[in-house]
């Protein structure tokens, strides 16, 4: 493979930049462009150590910094890498990575190092993709999930399922092809047994990817309600600034306002709507907007229902209450402007019998944010017993993890049906789907599991 090279630091002015270099002519090039104080090229220094020298391009010194040497496989990539750090102005960091392009390396494509690492099996698929979640994380939490899986932490969880069923599928062939060989005989009730408990892990696992999504891509969350319960100040409150304009005429908002809000670890994608209710003929534009947050109310993955805590219940608010029936599970009803009244008895009853999450709050003085916070977490499966480093961010995955659990799923309706070693079929092909996780291969895995564990060729 060719030797690549790229800035690895940020565009932009630092105190250092790092530019990266990768493949078997690596520390060749690099000694075209970076000479040692102690005069020693870099082919001939010890790896992992840094060393201070000069930059150049051709005979002109053009900076001076630091190199590291990692010699294949002790490397991120694998391969023989040099690291130069040189000063962090934008214009030198260009001049220094042309100079490596001069001396022979190529310019590496986007992810292409990480890629490299995945080719020589330095990382698994979900570690290159956690480190991608790592680069790209908008949220803490995001990060520490990230940073436990790029250490594998999924993929092992993963990995011990695959191997349960490995074993189960390796039992019943060893025992088709080999019934002399008095191996291993796995009961069908035992089978039953084993992938039932797998099945219960993997939705552990699955169970676990609304949050991942809250704390990576976000989720959709629609604020709704009648006219002037305050939506938009709410709106205004979670991002901290004047973004909707919020009035006390009934009817403000019209138009759907957006906006992307970190709220306390989990990434809202926000929605404020305009107000639920019934308008005369004369106000289409209302309408429209009336039309649009009805839409919202069944697209949206979290729902903030918000009702004025100053009032008894109207007959708007019932309306949204039975708008929302189908979506209790997904809602948080929020009872707003607790600054002026206690609210209303008569509204907080109905609302908590409609409603799992009932939170009091005052838009205008921001009460009650903490509660709020708290609830669109367990809305979002924050509660969930899994370790960090299991929560399932990336939708490839658990698309992986669900096309495996249909096969299992299958696997117990074969049992019951038919025979062992149809079982093992779906078996299979739920571990090919697991093994999609990572990008494993499968049924060559079985075979040397069967070898492995049992024996067969002695
Ligand atoms: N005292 C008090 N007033 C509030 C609170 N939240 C909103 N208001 C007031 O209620 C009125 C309506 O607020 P908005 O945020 O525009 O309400 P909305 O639900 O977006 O209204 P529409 O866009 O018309 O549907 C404004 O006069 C706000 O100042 C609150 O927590 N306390
Ligand atoms: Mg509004």
């Not at 990692?70 to 990575?97: N, W, Y």
């Amino acid at each position: 493979m060719s030797t690549v090279a790229a800035i690895s630091t940020p565009v932009g002015k630092g105190g250092i930049a790092v530019i990266r270099i990768s493949g078997d002519a690596a520390t060749e090039i690099a000694d075209r462009v970076f000479l040692p104080a102690n005069k020693k090229p870099l082919s001939e220094t010890e790896a992992d150590r840094a060393v201070y020298g000069g930059i150049f391009c051709g005979k002109t010194q053009i900076d001076d910094g630091i190199a590291v040497v990692f010699k294949a496989p002790r490397s991120f990539t694998g391969e023989d890498t040099v690291e130069i750090s040189c000063h962090g102005g934008v214009l030198i960091t260009k001049r220094v990575l042309e100079a490596v392009f001069a001396a022979g390396a190529h310019p590496a494509g986007a992810g292409e190092f990480t890629k490299r690492a995945f080719l020589n099996g330095k990382l698994s698929l979900s570690e290159a993709e956690a480190i991608g979640g790592l680069i790209d994380a908008k949220t803490d939490k995001y990060i520490s999930v990230s940073l436990a899986q790029s250490k594998g932490s999924l993929g092992k969880a993963v990995k011990a399922l695959s191997d349960r069923l490995v074993f189960l599928a390796a039992s019943v062939y060893a025992f088709i092809d080999y019934p002399d060989e008095d191996m291993t005989d796995v009961s069908v009730e035992e089978m039953r047994k084993e992938l039932n408990s797998i099945l219960y892990r993997l939705d552990e696992l699955i169970s676990t990817h609304r949050y991942g999504k809250a704390i990576s891509e976000g989720v959709d969350t629609a604020i709704v309600g009648k006219p002037n319960t305050g939506k938009s100040s709410l709106l205004n409150m979670l991002c901290g600034e004047d973004r909707a304009i919020v009035t006390d005429i009934a009817g403000t908002t019209r138009d759907i306002v957006t906006e992307q809000v970190n709220f306390g670890g989990v990434l809202l994608r926000l929605s404020d709507t305009a107000g639920i209710r019934q308008t005369g003929t004369d106000s289409i534009v209302e309408e429209i907007g009336i039309n649009k947050s009805k839409k919202k109310i069944s697209d949206a993955e979290v729902l903030l229902a918000v009702f004025d805590g100053s009032m008894p219940p109207s007959s708007e608010d019932r309306e949204l209450m039975m708008l929302l029936a189908d979506r209790r599970e997904d809602t948080v009803a929020i009872v707003n402007k607790t600054d002026i009244l206690e609210p209303n008895s008569e509204l907080l009853a109905e609302l908590r019998e409609k409603f799992k999450g009932v939170v009091k709050i005052s838009a205008k003085t921001g009460e009650g944010a903490e509660r709020l916070q708290m609830e669109i977490e367990e809305i979002c499966g924050k509660r969930n017993r899994v370790s960090e480093g299991e929560i399932v961010t990336s939708a490839r995955q658990n698309a992986a993890l669900l096309k495996a659990r249909g096969f299992i799923a299958s696997a117990l309706e074969s049992l019951s049906l038919y025979t062992q070693d149809i079982a093992s079929l779906d078996i299979e092909n739920a571990v090919a789907a697991l093994d999609e996780v990572d990008a494993r291969v499968a049924s060559e895995q079985i075979v040397n599991e069967i070898f492995s564990k049992f024996c067969v060729g002695k």
